[in-house]
């Protein structure tokens, strides 16, 4: 009996089976004179810790970045990159930024202007100029 | 066409009692003599120094050219009427010998300058900065030259100005003046570091001399400082230094430091003998502000306002110094490092420097191929 493989009968997609987060790696990066940085600092004393606990599939890595405002970079699945600047902003705003990364998908952002979007292809299919009824002149 | 200014000739001063026969008060202010630089060029040919003529002496290549030296005709008829009414000028005539003289007069010796050190300043606005540097302009400094930060020369010096801030209360004159002298004499100070102070809560009655000799001394020099009373006698002075210098010599005088340590700081003493000036307090606002002056001058420590207000007893004052008080801040990196719940966790990473695209290079594997194709165009 020859050996056959499985037949699909659905695509993968991220969450039905499995759920993998698409954001892998924050950087946090951090100035330790300037005045821009204090909420990043006070984040990283403070609440890092919680943040790396609660997301350990995460890599998170912390470095100076010497007379530069404080930034969060997030490296995603897809291989893109995003960057938020927190400069002058509170520690609980900072966490906001994070997960804000953390939660999305490293594609651009689009603009939804339908009210349904899917990737499904459409019921009715394709139109065609050779099928269907004809319509005389 | 000549113009109407040239029947004036504001420039021939025999006109000036005239004028009032040609302008009328409205073209008076017109008429008024100008400046030099434009008088320049007016070409007023009767003017020997005039455009015109100097033009005529260029032309023809001499100095007296042929021709009518004022084309247009020379003095007007007023001019000419005027100028046979004023004496002839005798300012040119007298300034000529002038002239020789100071030629005749210079020194043979003259040399001229070919730098400008040693000549006089000249042309300045009198101001502070444009004069040489005075005596009264020279810099000392009120604290010594070297900031010290070991333990030892900062209890030292804590030592000293508690010791000296004893003997101003014990001798009743104001605290503040024992900052008159910066370095005492060595003799001085052997005799000071030879005191001890009995921490009983009172500036006045805590310091304990070696001896009466001592007590002596030091009550005699310190009275010299600050406000002079009448003098007694210089000899005791003196006799007072050469009995210190016989206590050097008798070696009555306990731990004395090698004698070429004469430039090192504190006679190169290392350490106080005993800490009982540490727990002195510094309660009161005018002996604070004496002790943490001297203390100040002796160690070359600044005592910010917020740190004056926060010292209340002399050990604190020498922990400034030393700087336990105000440590400088430590770095996140070294701070994150030693964090135990972050070093718990797997998924964490933290550095302390920055971090470039060579170390992404490193982390990727790009390092070695990057390496080795310059190693290949002989760039590394």
Known sequence: MPIQGIRTVASARNGVGAFILQCKQLDFHYCDWAGSSRGMVAYLRHHLHAFAKANPQIEIRVSPRPNKHPVIRGVFVNGREKVICVRNLEPEQIGKKANLLREASGEKLKRTTKPVTSINESVRGIWSPYHGGLNGV | MRPSLRLLNLEVPSLQGSRALYVCSGCRQEARPRPIAARQFLRHASNADSLSERVRRKIWGTDNPPGEKDPYGGQGVLERKFSKQQPPKQEEVAEQPEEVEDLTLTDASYEPA?????????????????????????YESFAVKTKHNQKGPLSLAAHQAAVEI??????????????????HEKPIFDMIYECKIQPNGEWSKALEYPNKRTQDTLAYIFEQIGAQPAAPAAEETAEDLVEASELEENGEIADEPASDSQDAPFFGYQDVQDEGFLSLPLTDAVTKFAYLKRFSQLSGHYFPDPIMQQISTVKQAVAYAQGELNKKPKKLAEYLAEDQRLLSLPNVKIFDKRRTTLHRDDEMGRKKIIEAALRARGLL
Do not use: F, I, Q
């Open chain 2, 166 to 183: 004893c003997l101003m209360h014990a001798l009743n004159k104001p605290l503040v003046s024992v900052c008159d002298v910066t370095e």
């Open chain 2, 114 to 138: 070919t730098t400008w050190a040693g000549l006089e300043r000249v042309g300045h606005l009198n101001r502070w900065n444009d004069y040489p540097r005075s005596e009264a302009d020279t």
